[in-house]
């Protein structure tokens, strides 16, 4: 039977060591058993933070990490105060003589930071190893989780290399439920997620609190199918919700704002586009086959598939980004061979991780940049100021989905072709609609864009539709809405 836990905490403010000042309108948090709780929130606000600081990865009575912060936690085991502890370390013995400890597993929002072995198995033995000392208990519940991922298609034996961004998050989050901990820490568990992956994760969540296999759940998420899935879930776990919210304090960095100012405006001109003759990509047992695409000057194109179905292996291997891919394509009237990397002026490329491409430490020189500012729409002029409104010009202060924001208006420029990779996933509803107009007026003003996401309806127009499904590229069919 698993033991009673409580987790009480008030927040109020924290200031950084590094600089900065994070306050909220003043919550309290209270979790018990069977309780999953979703912080909700705008870019920004600060529920990583909340999750961080639940978790201990910022410890709160500390200065390493703040000069100052006004936020209270009080952990209870069985009605004993206890501390913390991450499940996939051994606490010191001076722990488990004294103050009990609660276990805890954490998701991150940037998949590939969840994984650290050389294969799917080792990426589940991993925690298990460090849980139990009983190998029949290791073995059995291993067993159980490859079987779980084999019926997603993921394989034991699998490099991480050959994983999806989604697959990924799969691999990581059952690898943390295998292992029993007290409380689960999710960031945006299901951004990566197609929709019939997403179901089944609420569902495998539901399942694990219905089954005592994890004490309880906190999630920060900005997914609109979050609550949906969760309320259709098999099971009666106890859902709350808390609204984390940031006072926001009004941006002084005029050395910005100078920048926004003397932007030069991008205007509409004849570009090239992009037509793909040929591209073949083989690895491991994944094969990927793609002909005949052409994106056309002036219009956004739409890639869906499945997890694991080859968008971004396709976007990295027509950029140039992944070995082992050949071709051939025809950007304008100059051939160019599978295998080249591309950049700017002609492509520029936003990755998943588009949040970790930042160059410099302040904004005006990431909006300086070359080549990022030949020339600028309009519309990136809201979006910066936005950001620069949170009181920082150091965009490794902004939150991740802050941080994709600027990225993405840096690189929206007078690209002939603009590739992104799952670029909605992250972001509050309010930056998802900042962006969609930046990537129309980029599109407007003659390029040609093509937007790989899990999503059939992302929050702009799309001109043409394409679906990856077994390799190879195929016209999307009448199931089309009904899988993502």
């Known amino acids: ?37 979703t912080l909700e929130g705008d870019n920004g606000s600060g529920k990583t933070t909340v999750l961080r600081l639940l978790s201990r990865i910022y410890p709160e009575y500390r200065k390493t990490c703040w000069e100052e912060s006004d936020v209270k936690l009080d952990y209870k085991r069985n009605g004993r105060y206890a501390t913390m502890w991450p499940a996939l370390a051994t606490p010191p013995s001076i722990l488990l003589e004294g103050t009990p400890a609660l276990t805890c597993g954490y998701l991150s929002h940037a998949p590939r930071a969840n994984i650290c072995c050389n294969c799917v198995s080792d990426e589940i033995a991993f925690p298990l190893e460090h849980s139990y000392s009983d190998r029949q ?75 005592q296999s994890v004490g309880c759940i906190v999630a920060a998420s900005h997914d609109q199918r979050w609550s949906q899935y969760l309320s259709e879930a098999p099971g009666s776990p106890r859902l709350k919700s808390q609204r984390v919210t940031r006072d926001t304090i009004a941006g002084n960095s005029n050395d910005v704002l100078t920048t926004v100012e003397g932007m030069r405006w991008l205007q509409a001109i004849p570009r090239k586009g992009l037509t793909l003759d040929s591209l073949e990509f083989t690895s491991g047992g994944f094969t990927l086959s793609v002909s005949d695409l052409n994106l056309l000057p002036f219009q956004v194109h739409l890639l869906t598939g499945a997890n694991g179905a080859g968008k971004s292996t396709f976007l990295d291997s027509l950029t140039g980004h992944r070995k082992g891919a050949t071709g051939e394509m025809k950007m304008g009237d100059h051939r160019v061979k599978i295998g080249r990397t591309l950049a700017p002026p002609s492509v520029a490329y936003g990755f998943q991780a588009t949040g970790e491409q930042l160059c410099f430490i302040s904004i005006p020189q990431e909006l300086r940049s070359p080549p990022k500012l030949p020339r600028w729409q309009a519309s990136a002029a809201p979006v910066i100021e936005r950001l620069v409104s949170f009181g920082t010009d150091n965009p490794w202060r902004l939150s991740y989905g802050q941080r994709k924001l600027l ?72 199931d089309y809405t009904e899988r993502f």
């Open 1 to 37: 039977m698993r033991p009673s836990i409580a987790i009480a905490g008030e927040f109020n403010s924290v200031t950084f060591r590094s600089g900065g000042q994070l306050r909220w309108e003043p919550f309290q948090i209270d979790l018990a058993n069977g309780d999953l709780l």
């Open 137 to 211: 208990v290791i073995r059995d519940r291993m067993n159980t989780s490859l079987e779980r991922l084999a019926a997603r298609g993921i394989n034991a034996g699998t490099p991480p290399e050959q994983l999806s961004s989604g697959q990924m998050q799969l691999v990581a989050l059952e690898a943390l439920i295998s292992c029993g901990p007290d409380i689960l820490f999710l960031d945006e568990p299901t951004s990566s997620l197609d929709n019939t992956a997403a179901r089944q994760i609420a569902n495998r969540l539901t399942q694990a609190l219905s089954e």
């Open 407 to 478: 990225v993405l208006a840096t690189l929206l420029h007078s690209a002939d072709v603009v590739f992104l990779d799952e670029p909605f996933s992250c972001l509050d509803a309010d930056s998802a609609h900042l962006l969609a107009a930046l990537v129309s007026d980029c599109a407007q003003a003659g390029s040609a864009i093509l937007i790989a996401s899990n999503s059939h309806q992302p929050p702009i127009d799309v001109s043409k539709r394409f679906l990856i499904k077994e390799g190879k590229m195929v016209s999307p069919g009448a």
